[in-house]
């Protein structure tokens, strides 16, 4: 029985309240609006309501198939999904409405179509026989569609035994939901993850739903504790989101800080109730669990909330597995693992892949045998996931063997589905590479050969793919699976030979062919000449109206710090860095200055006058527990890396600059081990506001000689404040290449320390770190022992009359001289 009886509240929505009688008869209500012996699938397009509860249920009592859609899908992501399965109802909110007509101009039949606003609040016919949901286990329940890797959706089909065997182990095995749960329903009820969770779970277990009116932070709160909810769900990005309220607000507070690293360190579950029993007051004060699902947890997220006394329990699994495979245990909560494999699930690992068998896992692919067989092998589900389990049965995720891409929203996106779309513009695509960087997608096409020999013109070709090919694709899809930067590739996509494309090579092909972007147009304007010129001097490249500053020019943060000085000398028009990227191109900038600007000298930017201005910068202040983990720090390295230093003697005595190459995030400790006490005191680190942006991290860095700078907002003022240091005699540690190397190779060198060693007469003495990449490459999170990391000062290099290019490439060429013969 999926449907209880009685007058216990089964949902609540803002001040309506709707009992399990009442769901019953608006259940049966909602089954009279079609023919029940006609219909096998019933479509849900629309928002989370209460309509969308009974239009499903309504599906079950029918005896038909429930068929969630994304209500942000397209219009033609909607069509695909009716021609693929072909429901015979389709409920639509009025709303979504017109987008589902927009739709059915496109779908080869007409199912009938239902408003759900028209039935939602309509009177109640009594007469109605309450619906019994008793159906055979082995009949399909739900078609859940995700992507596939033939480039379209798959519809999974899962039965009432496949979701009976995901709700059993949590209400029965681990008796996570009780009847007197009150469970949030908040994310979109299309995905399995919260269809389960939040509707089906807590109802089959006769406990209440509380819904949400919308993912404002205010709803949210207000359904919390107006509804008494006990059992949170969500993904990863809204546990990162309620995370960063309550730190920012603790770390507020000295005492609220002091208490949180307190109750971090006594770490225990009633003491953390009590000391922030108003955090759970915000909550609504009865919260027993949080669950977690749709994307990996970070394990700083799950680790804030168990201090706050709030328990986090995490699943893993996919679609295919109704959704889950392993779940945490109350009480048995391991940060980084998402608990224990199901009673009902058996797990293997062949080739290190994880693979599952049990009632949990699919029937299959809707109407795609081939596709079913290839994951689905004597009854085994091959996740592609890459994983492992301790010896006191925990489960880890090391790796993805395939190709799903996963967005911090808990998005799962197959970049051939992506590639599909992109490909069918056939008169300009041959083939096309799509990955992701961070939460955005970017991709390589390679033009036909029909389209290079027309535009042999390299501008040209790019601007007609960008234009007509992305810019087309991009408004026709979810804002979720944009393309943000294109690379036009004159050769073939790196493959296997099977055909097969080899994605984790398509980042190096970025910058494999520079391709000049924009036309050359003649400009009559003369802010435009005064710019361009500027700028093809400070960027040794020909710049044309069209270019963009960031994704053409290349320009960083220091480099908008100086357009940006250099357009109020010249100009008289204060642009802040941060709204550069606002102009399209440099002739919009151009036209702006045009209209805005006050003068019209052109004027060099003047370092030396920046760095003399008067500002009331205070440095900031240290404590002795600095010093301390430094020398710490030295002695686990030398014990984990081998670590070793040499070159110590050409640390001056005077104040310089420390210039590193970064290999690792371990590398201003490893350099800041090796200085005396006495240098350590008067030695300021900077590091990136987006590296510290939490308050906590903050107020350490604020206490521990840590210059903080804001790439976006106040770079200028940072500049100043690391020269304010100088001029009071310190020490300055500053990584030239402003963040770690990809791949171990030395990067580019920002001129910021060579701006500050010329303008304030400072030695710089070249750091050279070598082995740290070995032992932490990016992207790695634990670091590997025994690796030998050498730490070695250079020769000092003294700025005298030279161009900060010439102190850049003197630093940078005395680092890359020792990394080679490293190499050799």
Not at 271 to 280: E, K, N, P
Not at 549 to 555: A, Q, T
């Amino acid at each position: 029985m999926f449907i209880n009886k009685g007058e216990n509240i089964a949902v609540q929505a803002n001040e309506k309240t709707i009992t399990y009688n009442a769901l019953g008869e608006k259940i049966a209500h909602f089954s009279t609006l079609y023919k029940a012996e006609s219909t096998h699938k019933v479509g849900i397009f629309s928002e989370n309501r209460l309509g969308w509860i009974y239009s499903f249920y309504s599906a079950w009592n029918s005896d038909a198939i429930a068929v969630g859609i994304d209500y942000l899908s397209t219009v033609s992501e909607v069509a695909y999904i009716l021609n693929d399965s072909k429901p015979e109802v389709v409920f639509v909110s009025k709303g979504k409405k017109p987008d589902l007509e927009l739709a059915l101009q496109s779908v080869d039949y007409k199912p009938q179509v239902i408003v759900i606003d028209d039935y939602e609040d309509q009177a109640l016919n009594s007469n109605l026989e309450f619906p019994v949901i008793d159906p055979e286990e082995e009949k399909t329940a739900v078609i859940i569609y995700t992507s596939g890797t033939t480039g379209e959706p798959k519809g999974v089909m899962l039965s009432f035994k496949n979701l009976l065997a995901n709700i059993k182990a949590v209400s029965e095995d681990v008796k996570i939901f009780r009847s007197t749960d009150t469970v949030l329903m908040l994310l979109p009820l299309h995905h399995i993850f919260p269809m389960l969770g939040t509707m089906v779970m807590p109802l089959y277990a006769g406990g209440k739903v509380a819904l949400s009116p919308s993912m404002a932070s205010e709803d949210i709160i207000r359904t919390l504790q107006e509804c008494k909810v006990t059992l949170l769900l969500g993904v990863p990005r809204l546990y990162t989101a309620i995370r960063k309220g309550i730190k920012d607000k603790i770390n507020k507070s000295k005492v609220a800080s002091a208490l949180f690293k307190l109750a971090e360190t006594v770490n225990s579950q009633a003491f953390s109730r009590l000391v922030f029993g108003t955090v759970h007051k915000k909550f609504g004060g009865n919260i027993r669990y949080m669950i977690s699902g749709g994307a990996a947890l970070e394990k700083e997220i799950g680790a804030d909330f168990t201090t706050l006394g709030f328990e986090v329990l995490e699943g893993y699994g996919m679609t295919e597995t109704a959704p889950m495979i392993s779940f945490t245990r109350p009480g048995k909560v391991k940060i980084g693992s998402p608990g224990f494999i199901l009673p009902s699930c058996q797990v293997e690992f062949r080739g290190g892949e994880i693979v599952a068998k049990g009632d949990n896992v699919m029937q299959g692919y809707y109407n795609r045998p081939e596709e079913t067989a290839e994951v689905l092998k004597d009854g085994w589900l091959y996740t592609g996931d890459l994983g492992h389990i301790d010896d006191k049965g925990y489960l880890f995720i090391t790796g993805r063997k395939k190709e799903i891409l996963i967005l911090s929203n808990g998005k799962n996106i197959n970049p051939t589905e992506i590639e599909y779309k992109i490909e069918s513009y056939a008169a300009f695509v041959k083939e096309v590479g799509v990955y992701q960087s961070g939460d955005q997608f970017k991709a390589i096409v390679v033009p036909t050969d029909e389209l290079s020999y027309q535009h042999k013109d390299k501008a040209e070709l790019y601007r007609i793919v960008k234009k007509e090919v992305i810019e087309d694709y991009n408004k026709q899809c979810a804002s979720y699976k944009k393309i943000m930067d294109v690379t036009i590739l004159d050769g073939e996509l790196p493959r296997t030979r099977l055909g097969k494309i080899r994605r984790f090579k398509l980042a190096d092909l970025e910058n494999v062919q520079e391709v000049q972007a924009q036309e050359v147009v003649q400009v009559d304007l003369a802010e435009f000449n005064i710019v361009a010129q500027y700028l093809e001097e400070e960027k040794h490249k020909k710049v044309l109206p069209g270019h963009h500053l960031e994704l053409d020019l290349g320009l960083d943060s220091l480099d908008k710090v100086s357009l940006q000085v250099f357009l109020n000398s010249t100009f008289g028009v204060d642009v802040d860095p941060g709204e550069l990227t606002q102009f399209n191109n440099v002739l919009e900038l151009s036209e702006y200055l045009h209209q805005n600007r006050k003068k019209m000298e052109v004027e060099k930017v003047d370092w030396t006058k920046i760095l003399k201005e008067r500002v009331h910068i205070s440095l900031p202040k240290t404590w002795f527990t600095g010093r301390v983990l430094v020398k710490i720090s030295k002695f686990f390295f030398s014990l984990y890396f081998g670590l070793k230093g040499k070159g110590l003697k050409n640390i001056p005595d005077e104040p310089c600059i420390i210039a590193p190459n970064h290999q690792s995030y371990f590398d201003g400790l490893f350099v800041a081990s090796f200085l005396k006490n006495k240098t350590i005191k008067n030695t300021y680190f900077y590091a990136k506001e987006k590296h510290v942006s939490k308050r906590w991290l903050k107020f350490i860095a604020n206490r521990n000689h840590v210059i903080i700078m804001d790439l976006n907002k106040d770079l200028k003022e940072s500049i100043q404040k690391m020269g304010e240091a100088l001029k009071k005699k310190k020490n300055l540690i500053i990584f030239p290449e402003g963040t770690r190397t990809k791949n171990g190779s030395l990067g580019d060198f920002k001129k910021t320390f060579a701006i500050l060693s010329r303008e304030l007469n400072v030695p710089v003495v070249p750091v050279s770190i070598k082995g740290a990449y070995d032992a932490l490459p990016k992207g790695s999170k634990f670091p590997r022992p025994f690796k030998k990391v050498m730490v070695e000062f250079l020769e000092p290099v003294l700025p005298g009359s030279s161009t900060y290019e010439h102190i850049a490439d003197t630093v940078y060429n005395k680092i890359a001289k020792t990394q080679l013969a490293i190499k050799r």
